[in-house]
C-alpha cells in the first residue's frame, strides 16, 4: 500500500510540471503578440533596423514594411546606378587603350548623364524619393518607363563598345607584338653586323699561324732567304704588270696563281705586291718557297720603302697623326656602342690604312710604266687578262666596271650632298663603279694630275664632312670625270655579301670579287662561292697543312 501511495504521487509531480511549462510559454505568447499587435509601424525608427553599410537594405526593409511600391523604386534606381557604373568602367577602360577614342568617351559621359537626369528630375524627387506618403503607382510606373528605355540604349552601346574595344585590344596587342619582334630584329642584326665587322677584321688563327711559320723559317734560313737584285723586267712598260697591295699572304698568294694559271703567257705578267713593315718577310718568305709559275716576275716590298709617303705629303698620314683626329677617335669610342657596324668601321683611324691609299700614288710608285692593273686582295681570276691592256681608254686614266642600277650605287650615296663643295662639284645621280680591278694609263694620270686632285679632296675631308669611311668615295671623286666604264663581265662583285648572284654571270666573269664582310679565307664565307677560291689555294705548300685552314 506504501509503495502505491509513493508512485501516484510522482505521477502527479509530473503533471504538474508540465502544466508549469505550458502555462509559461502560453504567457510568453500573449506577451509577444502584445507587443508585435501595439507596436505601430509608421513609428519604427531608422536605429532599430540592423545597422551597416548597406543603406539599400536597410531602405527595402523600410519599405517592406511601409509600402510595397517603395521596393520597386529602389530596385529600378538601383538598376539605373548599376549601369551608370557600367558606362564609368568601360569609359576608363578606354582611356586606358590610349587610342583615337574621343567619339567614345563622348557618347560614354552623354550616357551617364542621360541616366542621371532621370533620377534627378524635380516631379520624381518629390512623388518617389522624398515623400514619405504613399508612392503614386502611375508616377512610379513613368518612372520605370524612362529608366528602361536608358538602360536598354546603354546596353546596346555597352555591347557595340565591347566588340570594338575587344578588336582594338587584339590590335593593340598585335602591334605590340610587331614592335617587340622589330626590336628584337634590329637588335640582332646589330649584334649580327658587329659579329661579322669582328669577323672580317680579327686575324684568322690559320692566318696568324701561317705568318709565324714563314717569320721562322726565314729566321731559322737567313741566307737562303736573301733578297734577289731587281730584275729589269719590274719596269719594262711592254710587260703587263699589276699591283696588289694587301698584309694578307694567303689572299695575295691566290691572286697571283689565279692570273697565272689563266695566263696565255704568263712569263709577261709582272706583279708589284706592297704590303707593310710586319708581313713584308713573310711575303717575300712565301714566294721564295712557292716561286710564281710559270716564269712571271714579281717583287715584294714594303710600304716604308717609299721615301716620298711621308706626312708631310701624304694627307692621310698626316691626318692619322694629328691630334686632332686623335681626339675624333677617342670621342667617337665613347659613344654608344650600339652604333651600327659600318659606322664603327670608319670612325676607327686604322681604317686609314696606307695600303689602302696606295692606289692613289699608282705613278709615283712605278714612274716608268704607262698602264698598270690594280686588283684587290680578295679577287679570284678566271680568265686571262691581258685584253684589258688592249682596252681603248679614250684619254681617261680609270678603266672600271660601273655598279649602278636604278637609283642604287649613285654618287648620292657615297657622299655628302648637304656640303656645298660636293653639291657644286659633282652630279649625285652619277654612276657610281667599283674598286677591286682597275686598269689605269698612267701617263693620263700624270696628265690630269689625279693625285693632286686626290691630296685636294683628302684635306678638305678632314673633318669627315665630304665623305665618312673607305676609298671609294674619293677614288670617285678624284676620277669623276676620268673614268671609263668598262664591261661588267671584266669584273663581277658581291660574292663577299650576296647569295644570289647568278652561277652564269659567275662562269662568264674574267675577275670575281668577294668584297664584303664574308671573305672566302674566313669561316663566315658563301659555300656556294668559297670553292672558286679554295683551288688556287696552293694546298702543297706545307705550311698551309701544318696552319689547318680548314679548305
Known amino acids: 500500500m506504501r509503495g502505491g501511495r509513493g508512485g501516484g504521487s510522482g505521477l502527479r509531480s509530473f503533471f504538474s510540471f508540465r502544466i508549469f511549462i505550458s502555462a509559461m510559454f502560453f504567457l510568453l505568447f500573449l506577451a509577444t503578440l502584445s507587443v508585435l499587435f501595439t507596436t505601430n509601424p509608421s513609428t519604427l525608427q531608422d536605429d532599430a533596423l540592423p545597422m551597416g553599410d548597406n543603406a539599400y537594405v536597410r531602405r527595402t526593409f523600410l519599405a517592406l514594411k511601409s509600402d510595397p511600391l517603395r521596393t520597386r523604386v529602389d530596385l529600378i534606381h538601383q538598376q539605373a546606378k548599376d549601369h551608370i557604373t557600367l558606362v564609368n568602367a568601360y569609359a576608363a577602360y578606354a582611356r586606358k587603350l590610349k587610342l583615337d577614342i574621343s ?96 669577323s672580317a677584321k680579327s686575324v684568322p688563327k690559320s692566318l696568324h699561324c701561317l705568318g709565324m711559320r714563314l717569320m721562322g723559317e726565314k729566321i731559322s734560313h737567313p741566307d737562303k732567304y736573301r733578297d734577289d737584285e731587281p730584275k729589269p723586267e719590274l719596269e719594262d712598260p711592254s710587260l703587263y704588270h699589276y699591283a696588289i697591295f694587301s698584309d694578307n699572304v694567303i689572299a695575295v698568294s691566290v691572286v697571283v696563281r689565279s692570273v697565272v694559271k689563266n695566263a696565255v ?31 712571271a716576275f714579281l717583287e715584294v716590298k714594303a710600304v716604308e720603302e717609299f721615301a716620298f709617303l711621308n706626312s708631310s705629303y701624304v694627307p692621310v698620314l698626316r691626318q692619322l697623326e694629328s691630334a686632332k683626329m686623335h681626339k675624333l677617335y677617342l670621342g667617337n669610342q665613347a659613344e654608344n656602342t650600339t652604333n651600327d657596324a659600318q659606322s664603327m668601321k670608319f670612325r676607327n683611324p686604322t681604317h686609314l690604312s696606307m695600303l689602302d691609299h696606295l692606289r692613289f700614288y699608282l705613278p709615283e710608285l712605278y714612274p716608268k710604266l704607262n698602264k698598270i692593273l690594280l686588283l684587290d686582295d ?48 659633282f652630279n649625285p645621280k652619277a654612276c657610281a663603279w667599283a674598286f677591286g680591278m682597275n686598269i689605269f694609263n698612267l701617263d693620263a694620270w700624270r696628265y690630269e694630275k689625279s693625285t693632286d686632285q686626290y691630296h685636294y679632296w683628302q684635306n678638305m675631308n678632314e673633318d669627315q664632312s665630304l665623305w665618312k669611311k673607305g676609298t671609294l668615295a674619293p677614288g670617285l671623286m678624284t676620277f669623276y670625270s676620268t673614268t671609263k666604264s668598262l664591261d661588267k663581265s ?62
Not at 610587331?178 to 653586323?193: D, E, H, P, R, T
Not at 703567257?265 to 710559270?294: C, D, L, Q, S, Y
Not at 691581258?386 to 636604278?406: P, R, S, Y
Not at 662562269?507 to 659555300?527: E, F, R, S, T
Open 103 to 198: 567619339r567614345q568617351l563622348k557618347m560614354f559621359d552623354e550616357l551617364v548623364r542621360d541616366i542621371s537626369d532621370v533620377s534627378v528630375k524635380p516631379n520624381y524627387q518629390s512623388s518617389l524619393f522624398k515623400s514619405d506618403g504613399p508612392i503614386d503607382e502611375d508616377v512610379l510606373r513613368q518612372f520605370e518607363k524612362e529608366v528602361k528605355d536608358r538602360v536598354k540604349i546603354v546596353r546596346m552601346k555597352i555591347v557595340e563598345a565591347k566588340e570594338n574595344y575587344d578588336n582594338q585590344v587584339k590590335i593593340q596587342k598585335l602591334k605590340d607584338t610587331i614592335f617587340a619582334v622589330n626590336q628584337s630584329l634590329v637588335k640582332a642584326k646589330k649584334n649580327g653586323a658587329l659579329a661579322s665587322l669582328i
Open 265 to 295: 703567257e704568263p712569263w709577261k705578267h709582272v706583279f708589284h705586291i706592297v704590303t707593310n713593315r710586319m708581313n713584308v718577310a713573310a711575303m717575300k718568305v712565301w714566294f721564295k718557297m712557292r716561286p710564281v709559275e710559270g716564269g
Open 378 to 425: 680578295d679577287v679570284v681570276v678566271q680568265k686571262d687578262l691581258t685584253g684589258v691592256w688592249k682596252i681603248d681608254l679614250d684619254g681617261k686614266v680609270n678603266g672600271a666596271v660601273e655598279t649602278c642600277f636604278g637609283s642604287f650605287h649613285r654618287y648620292s650615296q657615297y657622299l655628302n650632298f648637304s656640303h656645298p663643295l660636293i653639291k657644286e662639284g
Open 490 to 551: 671584266w669584273h663581277v662583285l658581291g660574292l663577299g655579301y650576296n647569295p644570289s648572284i647568278s652561277i652564269d654571270e659567275i662562269n662568264n666573269a674574267a675577275v670575281i670579287h668577294y668584297n664584303g664582310d664574308m671573305k672566302p679565307w674566313l669561316d663566315i664565307a658563301l659555300n656556294q662561292y668559297k670553292s672558286l677560291w679554295t683551288k688556287y689555294v696552293d694546298n702543297d705548300m706545307e705550311f698551309v697543312q701544318m696552319c689547318n685552314f680548314g679548305l
